[in-house]
């Protein structure tokens, strides 16, 4: 039987430059990093988490990211306090598709999009009602 999710693919332009942003913008760690014979093998996850995403050099547009509002990205990352971590990565220069984090029926998201374009969603669980002043 099948156990656990061990690797999603990111398609990005450039390696560097995506592990760059998964790391020092969206406190990622790097896992993996040595070339391999179809190329350069390079994931990273989070600290402590269980599966890496493999950071995949592949020409523009290869995953295809949709219109921002449309679906969520194809990367789902969970936070126990979103806006206070919107608040740092959009300090670091995480790019988002809304100004603030959305309260939903089930907790609060927000879109984020990494240097080739692709979506990535940032979700914290429960609480989905929640007024500051």
Known sequence: MLTNVMYVTIYVTDQDRALDFYTEKLGLEKRLDFPG????????????????????????????PVE??????????????????????????VTFDLPEPEDYPFGVRIEAVDPDGNRISLRQRGGGSRNDA
Do not use: M, N
């Open 37 to 64: 014979p179809d190329g350069r093998f390079l994931t990273v996850g989070a600290p402590g988490g269980g599966f890496e995403f493999i950071l995949w050099s592949h020409p523009a547009s290869a995953g295809q």
């Open 68 to 93: 921002p509002g449309a679906t969520p990205g194809p990367v789902i990352l969970e936070s126990d306090d979103l806006r206070a971590d919107f608040k740092v990565l959009r300090d670091r220069g």
